[in-house]
C-alpha cells in the first residue's frame, strides 16, 4: 500500500523541524549535526502513518512494547526498530525477530540470555545493543545503578553475541528542559569514566526526548527518542518517565 501522500508531506515537516533543533543545539556546543542520530519513538501509531513517516525519511523507529512492534513492524517496510522500553527476559526471543537493536539492557542477565539466543540463532549475527544506566538512583526508574553496572561490565563485554554500543538513560522528570540537564551530564561523565578502564564499551550515549532532547544533545547525545515532536499527542497510558516521548 503506498503512504499516504498528505502524511508523508507533514512528517517530512515535523522530521525537519526536529533535525533543524538538533542543528542549533550542536551549534550551541560545537558539534556535528551528523554525529546525532534521531529515533522516532513510534508507540500507539498506527502501521499507515508509520509507512508514511519511513517515506518522509524517518527510518529508524523506537518502539516500547514488544508486542505491538510484532503487530506493526511486517506492515511497515523499510524501517529499523529499536527497543527502547523495558524488555523482560521471557519475551526477549521475540523482540530478536523484531528489532535490530536493544537500547534498553538493564541486568547482566538480560544480556546473558539475548547473548545465548542470538548463539543459538534466533536473532542477528552480533546484536547491538545500549546498557540502560539508572543515573538518578530513581527506584522508578529501570536501569543499572553506577556501581552495579561498573562491577559487571567487564563481564558482559566478554559475550561474544552481543555488541555494547554505548549507554542509555532516561531523563528526570521535570518542569522545564534544562533541569534534565545533570541527568545528561552524568551519564556522559559516567561513560567516559567506563570507557577509560574497559574501552570495549561504545561510545553512544541515547538520551533525550521530545521535552528535552537539545539539552541532551548539549550534554553529548549521540541518540535522541522523540516520539510527540514528530508524531504528536498520544494518549498518556505510561508514566512520565517513559523512554520514548
Not at 78 to 103: M, S
Not at 198 to 227: C, H, K, N, Q, W
Amino acid at each position: 500500500m503506498e503512504p499516504d501522500p498528505t502524511l508523508v508531506v507533514a512528517y517530512a515537516s515535523a522530521r525537519a523541524a526536529v533535525l533543524e533543533r538538533i542543528a542549533a543545539a550542536c551549534a550551541r556546543v560545537g558539534r556535528e549535526p551528523a554525529s546525532v542520530k534521531l529515533i522516532a519513538v513510534s508507540k500507539m501509531v498506527d502501521a499507515k502513518r508509520l509507512r508514511a513517516a519511513v517515506a518522509a525519511g524517518l527510518t529508524e523507529l523506537g518502539e516500547n512494547r514488544i508486542q505491538e512492534a510484532a503487530a506493526k513492524a511486517p506492515l511497515v517496510p523499510g524501517a529499523a526498530w529499536h527497543l527502547v522500553g523495558h524488555l523482560q527476559g521471557n519475551k526477549a526471543r521475540l523482540a530478536l525477530g523484531i528489532f535490530e537493536t536493544i537500547e534498553s539492557v538493564d541486568s547482566i542477565e538480560l544480556a546473558q540470555r539475548l547473548d545465548r539466543l542470538v548463539g543459538e540463532g534466533a536473532g542477528a549475527t552480533r546484536l547491538p545493543i545500549l546498557l540502560q544506566v539508572n543515573v538518578d538512583e530513581d527506584p522508578a526508574k529501570d536501569g543499572f545503578e553506577a556501581d552495579g553496572l561498573r562491577s559487571t561490565l567487564a563481564a558482559i563485554l566478554t559475550l561474544p553475541n552481543v555488541e555494547v554500543r554505548g549507554l542509555m538513560t532516561v531523563g528526570r522528570l521535570a518542569e522545564a528542559p534544562g533541569q534534565a540537564r545533570t541527568t545528561f551530564a552524568g551519564l556522559r561523565a559516567f561513560s567516559a569514566s567506563l570507557q577509560a578502564d574497559a574501552p570495549g564499551l561504545g561510545p553512544e550515549l541515547s538520551m533525550g526526548m521530545s521535552d528535552d532532547f537539545e539539552v541532551a544533545v548539549e550534554e553529548g547525545a549521540t541518540i535522541v527518542r522523540v516520539g510527540r515532536a514528530i508524531f504528536g499527542e498520544r494518549l498518556q497510558t505510561d508514566g512520565p518517565d517513559h523512554p520514548g516521548r
